[in-house]
């Protein structure tokens, strides 16, 4: 079984109060503050790794970020993917899903033939779900969201996601598409032995020329979504104590709300 894992480098959680805005391009500032692999994105690898384990085959990762994430694709192969490819161009900067959807999708194209391409969900800074569907399409493959489990069977996957009205199951050709949860397995550590076998892996990286892609059709250039005005909220609000007797509590409650019309 071939699969291929898209995977995002996201700023640590852990830092987000040191991430800034560029004013003039409207761009997250990431110089300086550490990143990691988004979390989902490590369950969507250690799906493909138990499947691998299960059927056979090979487990490429796929990441379009700076070169400097390299240290996130080696997380990966540590991790146990057995190739893995950086898409990394200065044109590449600014993209939103939709030009980031075609260069993933591009990239796939030409890295081989997938029986599975897989996703986290959602990332966990943009987290508007919307790549794995754009690849998909892209690429013209059948394709689900917010899966909780896979079994591989005769051509096919046989995936599980919550729906509003229950649990669903579904039967999907190969070779097609998954978003997976976060709760579809808990991902595996990565060991010294993981690190040293990553040395020896395939690391690849490819610029746009490299995708056959032109500069004007990815990036800023290709993103029809533009940023609008940044505007900083006034937390200039000051603080009032309620006291502590419930009843005086609920009537002041009642007057504020009284005031502001609500």
Same mark, same amino acid.
């Given at each position: 079984?071939?699969?291929?894992?898209?995977?995002?480098?996201?700023?640590?959680?852990?830092?987000?109060?040191?991430?800034?805005?560029?004013?003039?391009?409207?761009?997250?500032?990431?110089?300086?503050?550490?990143?990691?692999?988004?979390?989902?994105?490590?369950?969507?690898?250690?799906?493909?790794?138990?499947?691998?384990?299960?059927?056979?085959?090979?487990?490429?990762?796929?990441?379009?970020?700076?070169?400097?994430?390299?240290?996130?694709?080696?997380?990966?192969?540590?991790?146990?993917?057995? @190739? =893995? !490819? #950086?898409? &990394?161009? $200065?044109?590449?900067? +600014?993209?939103?899903? %939709?030009?980031?959807?075609?260069?993933?999708?591009?990239?796939?194209?030409?890295?081989?033939?997938?029986?599975?391409?897989?996703?986290?969900?959602?990332?966990?800074?943009?987290?508007?779900?919307?790549?794995?569907?754009?690849?998909?399409?892209?690429?013209?493959?059948?394709?689900?969201?917010?899966?909780?489990?896979?079994?591989?069977?005769? @051509? =096919? !996957? #046989?995936? &599980?996601? $919550?729906?509003?009205? +229950?649990?669903?199951? %579904?039967?999907?050709?190969?070779?097609?598409?998954?978003?997976?949860?976060?709760?579809?397995?808990?991902?595996?550590?990565?060991?010294?032995?993981?690190?040293?076998?990553?040395?020896?892996?395939?690391?690849?990286?490819?610029?746009?020329?490299?995708?056959?892609?032109?500069?004007?059709?990815?990036?800023?250039?290709?993103?029809?979504?533009?940023?609008?005005?940044?505007?900083?909220?006034?937390?200039?609000?000051?603080?009032?104590?309620?006291?502590?007797?419930?009843?005086?509590?609920?009537?002041?409650?009642?007057?504020?709300?009284?005031?502001?019309?609500?």
């Amino acid at each position: 079984m071939n699969i291929l894992v898209c995977v995002k480098p996201v700023p640590n959680p852990e830092k987000y109060a040191d991430i800034k805005i560029d004013p003039s391009t409207k761009r997250l500032i990431r110089e300086g503050v550490p990143s990691i692999i988004n979390p989902a994105d490590r369950n969507a690898l250690e799906e493909a790794l138990l499947l691998r384990e299960q059927h056979g085959g090979k487990v490429t990762v796929l990441s379009m970020a700076p070169e400097t994430a390299a240290d996130r694709m080696t997380e990966c192969l540590a991790m146990g993917a057995d @190739e =893995a !490819f #950086i898409l &990394s161009d $200065k044109t590449f900067a +600014g993209a939103d899903t %939709f030009g980031t959807s075609k260069t993933l999708a591009k990239a796939a194209s030409l890295i081989g033939d997938f029986d599975l391409i897989l996703f986290g969900n959602e990332s966990a800074d943009g987290a508007t779900a919307h790549v794995p569907v754009q690849v998909a399409e892209w690429l013209g493959l059948p394709h689900l969201s917010r899966i909780s489990s896979i079994e591989a069977e005769n @051509e =096919a !996957f #046989i995936v &599980s996601r $919550k729906g509003d009205s +229950g649990k669903q199951r %579904f039967r999907i050709k190969m070779p097609c598409v998954l978003a997976v949860n976060s709760d579809i397995n808990k991902p595996r550590f990565v060991n010294a032995m993981g690190l040293i076998k990553a040395k020896k892996k395939p690391l690849n990286v490819w610029n746009c020329a490299d995708l056959g892609l032109d500069p004007q059709e990815v990036g800023i250039g290709g993103s029809p979504t533009k940023a609008g005005a940044l505007l900083a909220p006034d937390m200039n609000r000051s603080g009032e104590s309620l006291g502590t007797d419930a009843e005086t509590i609920a009537e002041r409650i009642a007057r504020f709300i009284g005031k502001t019309g609500a």
